[in-house]
C-alpha cells in the first residue's frame, strides 16, 4: 500500500506543511557544477575537438570530425515517409493543431503618431538562430520536438538547429520524424552539456544561437544556466507536476490515473489532490490502491506518490481557489461539472484543464497550446513557451524638429535634475535649431 501525505487546511500550521511539500532541491550539487563548468570551458576552449571527444565518451560514439554527427535531411524524410501509419497520422494531427494554435500568438509591428508629430511605435522581428535540446537514448520525446519547434518556425525563426544524442548511434525514428514535420533546419546528434555549450559559444561546424529551448537532465539544465547571458535561454525547468481539484463530482478513477499520469515520469514528480470532500480522497486513495499494480511504470509511480504527492483536504471550493493559487502548478485540472466558473479566478498556473473530459495528457501531446510549462511554483511569475518566446520588440522613435524642440525641453530638464550634464545639451541643441 503506497503511503501518500494527507493535509488539511483546518489544521495548524496548514501553509507551512504545504509549503515544506512543495519545496524543490534540484540537487545541483558542487560536483556537477564543476563537471559542466569544466565542458563549457572545453567546448569553448577546443571547438570541434572537444565534442569529439565528449561524444566518444558519453555517448560510446567515435567519428573522425563533428560533421560526420549531422543527420542529412533526407535521412529526417526517410524517418517520416517509412512511419507506420498510426504513428504519422497522430503526428500530422498534433503538428496541425500546434501550428494553429501558435499561429494566434504572432504578434506584429505597429506605429502611431501622437498630437506633437512624433512618430512612436515597435518593431517585432523573429531571433534570428534558435538551438533546440531533446533528450535521447531512453528519454525520447517527439512531442517535445513539435512542442519547441513548431513556435519557433511560426516566429520566423531563419534557422533552427537542434542537437539530440544518439547513445551507441541508436538514432529514435520518431524523433527524427517529428524535427522534419515542425521545419528543423539542421539536426545534430549531440546531448548534455557539451551540445549546450556548443549552440551557446559555436564551434567550427556548430552555428552560434541566440537562445537555446528545450528539456534536459540536470547536466543539461545546469549549462543553460551557464551560458545564460552569452544565449537566451526558455527556463530551468524542474520535475513536472499536477494539481487535480474537484469538488468529488469526478470519477475516482480518473483522477487517479490522471495523477499517474504526472507520477510516471520520474520520482520527483509531484502529483496533488485538492478538494474539500473527504470522502472523495478516499475514493481516490482506493483507486490508486487498485490500478497501480497494473501500471508498467509502477515502481517509479509509487516512489513519486511517496515522497512527493499530496492529498488535500480544503473548507470549501473557496479555500480550494486559495490553495490552487498558492500551488502555481504546472497543470492544473479542474475536475468539476461547471469548470468555467473557477477558472477565472485562477491566477497562478501553467496550463489549466477545464472539467472531467480534459485530462492533462491530451495537453502534452494534441490539443494545440504548448506543454513547455513553468514548474516549482514559477507560474506565479512566468508563462507557457510560445511563439513570443522567439520574438523580439524593438522600440521606434522618430521626432520631427518641432516635436524635437518640445520635447528636448523636458528632457533637458530632467536631464539636468540627475546631473548628465551631456544628456541635457545633446537635447537642447534641438531646441535652439
Known amino acids: 500500500m503506497t503511503h501518500i501525505l494527507r493535509l488539511n487546511s483546518t489544521e495548524p500550521g496548514f501553509w507551512d506543511k504545504l509549503a515544506a511539500r ?9 560536483a556537477i557544477s564543476a563537471s559542466v563548468r569544466e565542458i563549457v570551458h572545453a567546448v569553448r576552449a577546443r571547438g570541434d575537438a572537444a565534442l569529439l571527444d565528449y561524444t566518444r565518451s558519453f555517448d560510446r560514439v567515435t567519428v573522425s570530425s563533428v560533421a ?39 504578434i506584429e509591428s505597429w506605429s502611431y503618431q501622437d498630437s506633437g508629430g512624433t512618430l512612436l511605435g515597435q518593431q517585432v522581428t523573429a531571433i534570428q ?14 512531442s517535445s520536438v513539435l512542442m519547441n519547434a513548431i513556435p519557433a518556425k511560426v516566429a520566423g525563426v531563419s534557422e533552427l538547429i537542434m542537437t539530440v544524442p544518439a547513445p551507441d548511434g541508436v538514432l529514435n525514428e520518431l524523433v527524427l520524424a517529428a524535427a522534419m514535420l515542425a521545419g528543423v533546419d539542421r539536426v545534430f546528434t549531440l546531448g548534455g552539456a557539451q551540445a549546450i555549450a556548443a549552440l551557446a559559444y559555436g564551434t567550427e561546424t556548430i552555428p552560434r544561437v541566440d537562445k537555446i529551448v528545450g528539456p534536459g537532465n540536470i547536466y543539461v539544465a545546469t549549462a543553460k544556466r551557464m551560458v545564460f547571458g552569452a544565449v537566451g535561454i526558455d527556463m530551468v525547468a524542474g520535475p513536472s ?33 485538492v478538494s474539500p470532500d473527504a470522502a472523495f480522497l478516499d475514493r481516490v486513495e482506493a483507486s490508486i490502491a487498485r490500478l497501480l499494480p497494473e501500471m508498467e ?36 485540472e479542474l475536475a468539476l461539472d461547471h469548470p468555467g466558473t473557477l477558472a477565472p479566478r485562477i491566477r497562478n498556473a ?15 501531446y494534441c490539443a494545440g497550446p504548448n506543454h ?62
Open 22 to 30: 512543495l519545496d524543490w532541491d534540484e540537487g545541483m550539487d558542487d
Open 68 to 106: 560526420a554527427l549531422e543527420i542529412p535531411g533526407a535521412r529526417l524524410a526517410r524517418a517520416l515517409n517509412t512511419l507506420p501509419a498510426p504513428q504519422r497520422e497522430a503526428l500530422e494531427t498534433a503538428a496541425a493543431r500546434i501550428r494553429d494554435y501558435h499561429a494566434r500568438q504572432k
Open 129 to 142: 538562430r534558435a538551438g533546440l535540446y531533446v533528450p535521447g537514448g531512453k528519454a525520447a520525446y517527439p
Open 241 to 273: 507536476e499536477i494539481l487535480v481539484l474537484s469538488d468529488g463530482s469526478a470519477d475516482p478513477d480518473w483522477c487517479a490515473m490522471d495523477l499517474f499520469s504526472q507520477a510516471e515520469h520520474d520520482e520527483d514528480a509531484r502529483a496533488l489532490l
Open 297 to 332: 511504470r509502477a515502481a517509479t509511480i509509487r516512489a513519486s506518490l511517496a515522497a512527493r504527492a499530496a492529498f488535500i483536504q480544503v473548507r470549501d471550493l473557496e479555500q480550494a481557489i486559495a490553495v490552487a493559487n498558492f500551488i502555481a502548478p504546472e497543470h492544473l
Open 350 to 364: 501553467g496550463a489549466i484543464f477545464l472539467g472531467h473530459y480534459t485530462p492533462e495528457a491530451i495537453g502534452d
Open 372 to 433: 513547455v510549462l513553468p514548474t516549482s511554483r514559477t507560474a506565479r511569475y512566468s508563462s507557457p513557451l510560445g511563439v513570443y518566446d522567439f520574438q523580439k520588440r524593438t522600440s521606434l522613435i522618430q521626432c520631427s524638429a518641432g516635436s524635437a524642440a518640445e520635447l528636448g525641453k523636458t528632457a533637458s530638464v530632467l536631464a539636468r535634475g540627475e546631473g548628465l550634464t551631456a544628456h541635457a545639451r545633446s537635447a537642447e541643441y534641438r531646441i535652439k535649431q
